[in-house]
């Protein structure tokens, strides 16, 4: 029984660790300053964008999109302002992780 808790607690550990690296990225790149993951800020809760792309098929391409290249409306009238010097996998995982929050 002992030998098999270490690759469990590993297994959990590496399943929960690009969850919390992308949460480090929108802290790394402000995303945070203007969402937070469950309470409307400036923009959008990320758990609210989650609910509302949820069905799409389309979503990751879109939200990729406009996080480089900023927009508002969908959400109110606060601009979004363009992301586009940020690499494109952390803009891909940024999104990956925001469409995986329930």
């Given at each position: 029984?002992?030998?098999?808790?270490?690759?469990?607690?590993?297994?959990?550990?590496?399943?929960?660790?690009?969850?919390?690296?992308?949460?480090?990225?929108?802290?790394?790149?402000a995303c945070m300053?203007?969402?937070?993951?469950?309470?409307?800020?400036?923009?959008?809760?990320?758990?609210?964008?989650?609910?509302?792309?949820?069905?799409?098929?389309?979503?990751?391409?879109?939200?990729?999109?406009?996080?480089?290249?900023?927009?508002?409306?969908?959400?109110?009238?606060?601009?979004?302002?363009?992301?586009?010097?940020?690499?494109a996998a952390d803009?891909?995982?940024?999104?990956?992780?925001?469409?995986?929050?329930?």
């Amino acid at each position: 029984m002992k030998h098999l808790i270490l690759p469990v607690v590993m297994l959990g550990a590496i399943c929960a660790a690009p969850a919390q690296a992308s949460e480090e990225l929108a802290k790394k790149y402000a995303c945070m300053a203007c969402h937070t993951l469950d309470k409307k800020s400036v923009g959008p809760a990320y758990k609210d964008v989650a609910k509302k792309y949820a069905a799409d098929k389309g979503a990751q391409a879109k939200l990729e999109d406009k996080v480089k290249k900023g927009g508002a409306g969908v959400w109110g009238q606060t601009p979004m302002p363009p992301n586009d010097k940020l690499p494109a996998a952390d803009v891909s995982a940024l999104v990956k992780w925001v469409l995986s929050l329930k």
